[in-house]
């Protein structure tokens, strides 16, 4: 701990200035209904209660700012960043059966979400959406593990339903997508090349479970795979079937930095879908300026989250600010802890996604 407690906001200071300095933000439009002083009347302190509070839990344990991150994602990617991927499926939608493998969120995230929104509430009101607290999660979980600081626009609503399981498949890029597949989901999100590959470099933090990657290895070995790391998979994932996780980022797992590019350099990506953006000729430069260039990768990421944090997004007097974030205000009925802990176990063994 000691003095490196307080590098983090350290450099919010001088992230800070320097973004007074060149007015940093990126060139990414705003969209209609969405601001970056939203809040600054009535619940100023926002920002700043989000950010202490993340900087306790990471303090904690450094590895929950990747599932933050990723949860900011699924939000997006699915019907739009509405807060519906934090909906507790069972309460008004499918049978567990039939819920969508939605994923291998952590289950700490959707506790640490719920946390901070009832810090934020007791301060301000139920006046800050669930979908407004990830997106700031999520900024958090990239700035505090070293990565850049930026401003996100802010008003966005949470929905009251949640996506059907097809819908929620049909967005969400599996890592056995190759380039081509995956450049065709993004741009289904307007999203380009260049985000694209800036975005995958989330994979920077956090870990993976073999059903992720097994594809690489069994029946036949991945001919991109380098030889020494595949040999280390095949000791974390001796069967195709087994499970167990490893680092996203083997040279610097906890740190948001540029070294994932670097990994892929030297054929050391975790998945299909990271791999092959080496592999294949229209990223491959994209990811040696990265790799070379931390500062470059920075500014696309950060352009890419722009993006990426406003798809879809309910403004104005759509949807409606949860007083709950695993429910929507109609189904808050405080009745079955037992069946949302189970729920998200199960949510954490289906590794598919
Ligand atoms: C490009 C398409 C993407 C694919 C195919 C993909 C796929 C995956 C998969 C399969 C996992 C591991 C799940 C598991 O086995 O436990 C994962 C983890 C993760 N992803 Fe992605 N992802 C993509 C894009 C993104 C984006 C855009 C972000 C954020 C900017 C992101 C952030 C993360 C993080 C932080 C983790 C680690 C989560 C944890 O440790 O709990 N991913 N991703
Ligand atoms: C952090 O949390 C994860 C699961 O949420 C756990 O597997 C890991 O052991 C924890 N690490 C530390 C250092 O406490
Ligand atoms: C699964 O997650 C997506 C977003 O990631 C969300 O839209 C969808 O409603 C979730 N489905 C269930 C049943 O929780
Ligand atoms: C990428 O995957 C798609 C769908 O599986 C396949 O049709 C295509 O041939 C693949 N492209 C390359 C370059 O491997
Ligand atoms: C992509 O942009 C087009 C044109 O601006 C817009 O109609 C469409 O809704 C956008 N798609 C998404 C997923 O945001
Ligand atoms: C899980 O992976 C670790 C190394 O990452 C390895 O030591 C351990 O044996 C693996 N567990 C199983 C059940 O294979
Ligand atoms: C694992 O490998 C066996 C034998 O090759 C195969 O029959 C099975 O379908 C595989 N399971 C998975 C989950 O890939
Ligand atoms: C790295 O990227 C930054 C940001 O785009 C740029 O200003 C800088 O000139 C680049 N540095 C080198 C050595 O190319
Ligand atoms: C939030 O909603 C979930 C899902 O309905 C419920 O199980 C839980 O008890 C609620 N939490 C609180 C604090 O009311």
């Known amino acids: 701990m000691g003095s490196s407690k307080f590098l983090p906001f350290l450099q919010l200071v ?19 209904g969405l601001s970056y002083t939203f809040y600054d009347s009535n619940c100023p302190g926002l920002e700043i209660i989000v950010r202490s509070h993340l900087w306790e839990v ?9 599932g933050l991150l990723r949860l900011h994602f699924h939000d997006c990617f699915v019907q739009g960043c509405d807060g519906s991927v934090l909906l507790d499926g069972s309460t008004s939608g499918p049978s567990e059966q039939d819920a969508p493998p939605n994923l291998t969120l952590r289950a700490a995230a959707f506790t640490i979400i719920d946390d901070l929104r009832a810090l934020v509430h007791n301060a301000c009101g139920p006046i800050v959406s669930c979908a407004d607290i ?11 593990p070293n990565g850049p600081y930026y401003q996100i626009p802010l008003g966005r609503r949470d929905s009251v339903n949640f996506a059907t399981r097809p819908v929620t498949l049909a967005n969400l890029p599996p890592p056995t997508f190759n380039t081509t597949s995956l450049i065709n989901a993004f741009a289904a999100k307007n999203l380009t090349t260049t985000d694209l590959v800036a975005l995958s470099g989330g994979h920077t933090i956090g870990r993976g479970h073999c059903a992720s990657f097994a594809n690489r290895l069994y029946p036949t070995q991945d001919s991109t795979l380098d030889q020494t790391f595949a040999n280390n998979l095949k000791l974390t994932c001796p069967t195709n079937t087994t499970d167990n996780s490893t680092n ?19 054929r050391q990506g975790l998945f299909t879908s990271d791999q092959d953006l080496y592999t294949d000729s229209r990223t491959r430069n994209i990811v040696t300026s990265f790799a070379v260039n931390q500062s470059l990768f920075f500014e696309k990421f950060v352009d890419g989250m722009l993006k990426m944090g406003q798809l879809g997004v309910l403004t104005g007097t759509q ?18 802890l037992a069946s949302v802990v189970r729920d998200h176990q199960e949510q954490e063994m289906l590794s598919q996604y």
């Open 58 to 66: 990471f303090n904690n344990n450094i590895t929950q700012a990747a």
């Open 248 to 266: 996203l980022d083997i040279r610097s797992p906890n740190l948001f930095d540029n070294k994932y590019f670097v990994d892929l350099m030297n």
């Open 134 to 144: 990830v997106a700031l999660a999520a900024r958090e979980s990239v700035f505090l």
């Open 14 to 32: 001088l992230c800070s200035l320097l973004l007074g300095i060149s007015n940093g933000q990126s060139i990414v439009p705003v969209v209609p």
């Open 319 to 336: 949807g409606e600010i949860r007083t709950n974030c695993s429910a929507t205000n109609v189904n808050n009925i405080n009745i079955d």
